[in-house]
């Protein structure tokens, strides 16, 4: 049994295997979720590390949808700085595709899932429920069940801060439905990865999906609790939410996210 880790770990370009060797090779998991601050390029220098520790049978994206993973493996992988180009990276709305590169060269060929929801299905999850959105699936995941007052208090607050208190404090449970639906379909595509391909199965996920009190892991708990999981969170300052193992790195350069909001 792997207890929870937290290290603090100063990255540099390029990261070095020794950054993470508090981290084991082998993490007895027929799941691994690879957390990250979006925007962080030395939480995607990590991810790539843990995915040639780990040798994965097949990769899950919950930046990539169908489409794009399908393009993907199709690509030949043999020029990865246009790969980005030739799946409509930038026009996806995830920060830029050079921050991301080290994780698809880490990839070589093993298969990748794009699990990202369309637009139009987050938007019917915020307005009528991630159950209804689910389906028949929704009762597998816990969907169908309200949360405790008390997390559900607790995630609109985070979903109203994350925001930038730009939005009405009334409309962050419709967030929290959009996110507990991205939860349960990252799950539904990682378990059935892990059917078609094998374990391991790494999900490259943000860390609000890799929390494993919530997240994905405690969705696939629900759903398939013969499936062992492991949840490695990448995080910029020491933090409460549980990961099995979370890694401090440096915090990434960026603008305030919520000077346009105060504009």
């Known amino acids: 049994m792997i207890r929870p880790i937290a290290l603090l770990c100063c990255f540099a370009m390029p990261l070095c295997a020794q950054d993470l060797t508090g981290v084991p ?32 049978r097949a990769v899950v994206f919950e930046m990539l949808t169908p489409g794009q993973a399908k393009q993907v493996n199709a690509d030949p992988r043999t020029d990865l700085d246009g ?14 595709y050079a921050i ?15 699990a990202a929801a369309s637009k139009d299905t987050v938007r019917q999850a915020f307005s009528d429920g991630a159950s209804a959105v689910m389906g028949p699936d929704g009762d597998r995941f816990g969907l169908v069940d309200a949360l405790p007052a008390d997390q559900l208090e607790q995630r609109k607050k985070m979903q109203f801060d994350a925001h930038c208190e730009a939005m009405p404090l009334d409309m962050m449970g419709g967030m929290v439905e959009a996110q ?74 960026r603008d305030d996210p919520c000077a346009r909001f105060n504009k």
């Not at 990682?190 to 405690?218: K, S």
């Not at 708990?221 to 990961?243: Q, R």
């Open 180 to 253: 507990r639906y991205r939860d349960a379909a990252f799950a539904q595509a990682v378990l059935a990865a892990l059917e078609t391909y094998g374990a391991p199965i790494v999900l490259i996920a943000g860390n609000g999906h890799a929390r494993t009190d919530w997240g994905v892991p405690a969705m696939i708990a629900l759903a398939a609790p013969e499936v062992s999981v492991k949840a490695i969170g990448f995080v910029e300052a020491p933090t409460e939410t549980p990961f099995d193992i979370t890694v401090v790195t440096d915090p990434a350069e």
């Open 100 to 114: 991301y590169q080290p994780v698809f060269e880490a990839l070589g060929i093993r298969p990748v899932i794009g």
């Open 83 to 96: 790969l980005g180009a030739r799946i409509g990276w930038a026009t996806s709305g995830w920060p830029e």
């Open 25 to 56: 090779d082998d993490l007895g998991a027929q799941v691994v979720v690879l957390g990250e601050v979006h925007d962080n390029p030395l939480h995607h220098l990590g991810q790539a590390e843990m995915i040639r520790r780990l040798d994965p």
